[in-house]
């Protein structure tokens, strides 16, 4: 089973994690810029964290056979802070880059007048610069955030089918399917959704433009998840082809609408460095 997971926060994750989830087939990771628990004091402090996502990051993921991708934006609930506006000013530096491959997470936490002026703002960046949008939905109140998430995306221009609006439930599926976006859902322990959730919405809905991922971050959820929905997949009935399909091409041939998504060399060995037998490497010389 070859998993790529399309939404998860490695940055907040463990070297073990890499470990864990190169073993259970995960060999490639979208990682959207996110709110890191405790509230930013500047835009600085975001310039640092971009650079991590598209530097570091990737390097960490690349010591386990794991390819590392990032999607760059000011996060819903951070919008609400004036000390971060000024991050909307810093993304062209970012948007640029060869391992960003989506404008995100976009959207709402609380559908404020500030958030929808970001929400637009950055979906105006994703049409510029020809990237897809991935789009975080409220957890409350989610299936009024989710018409309105949809009405503005409407309303902006881009395409339906290179927008993915991530962390839906049983409420939401048929509004977002009938929208022509892409469908996320994340899987997790307590809340979201459960691989076997899941399983029943594949039934009733199909395959096609459905995204699964664990959104693992600083909070209870699990890496493996992707995993878990396969495994209960296929003891539902489902083929190898249909796994296949939910866990690699999906999320392959949405982010493969950036034209800088690099799969080659993914069979490479992880490194360990030889003098200090670490699983990651040192820098300098």
């Not at 002026?117 to 299936?143: C, G």
């Not at 890496?223 to 249909?242: H, I, N």
Request: hydrophobic share 40%; charged share 25%.
């Amino acid at each position: 089973m070859r998993i790529f997971d399309p939404h998860i926060h490695m940055t907040s994750r463990t070297t073990d994690d890499y470990e864990r989830m190169a073993a259970a087939g995960v060999r490639a990771v979208v990682e959207p810029a996110f709110w890191l628990g405790q509230p930013r004091t500047s835009a600085a402090s975001f310039t640092d964290y971009f650079d991590s996502l598209i530097g570091w990051e990737p390097f960490r993921a690349g010591q386990f056979g794991v390819r590392h991708f990032a999607t760059i934006a000011l996060n819903p609930k951070e919008a609400n802070d004036p000390r971060c506006r000024p991050v909307l000013d810093l993304l062209r530096r970012y948007l640029d880059k060869d391992a960003v491959v989506a404008v995100g997470e976009i959207g709402y936490d609380s559908m404020t007048p500030e958030e929808d002026e970001a929400f637009a703002a950055q979906l105006a960046l994703a049409v510029a610069y020809e990237l897809p949008a991935l789009v975080h939905t409220p957890h409350r109140d989610k299936a009024r955030g989710c018409e309105r998430t949809l009405a503005v995306v409407a309303e902006s221009g881009i395409d339906a089918g290179r927008v993915v609006v991530d962390h839906l439930n049983e409420v939401t599926v048929k509004l977002v399917r009938d929208s022509g976006c892409w469908l996320g859902f994340s899987i997790y322990p307590d809340t979201k959704m459960t691989p076997q959730r899941m399983v029943e919405l594949l039934r009733e809905y199909g395959t096609e433009r459905m995204l699964v991922n664990s959104a693992a971050d600083w909070g209870r959820s699990d890496p493996l998840l992707t995993r878990a929905t396969g495994e209960a997949m296929l003891l539902a009935g489902f083929s190898d082809d249909d796994v296949d399909k939910v866990l690699w091409r999906n999320p392959v041939e949405f982010y493969g609408q950036s034209g800088r998504l690099d799969l080659s060399d993914l069979d490479v060995a992880a490194a360990v460095d030889p003098q200090t037998g670490n699983s990651i490497l040192r820098g300098g010389s």
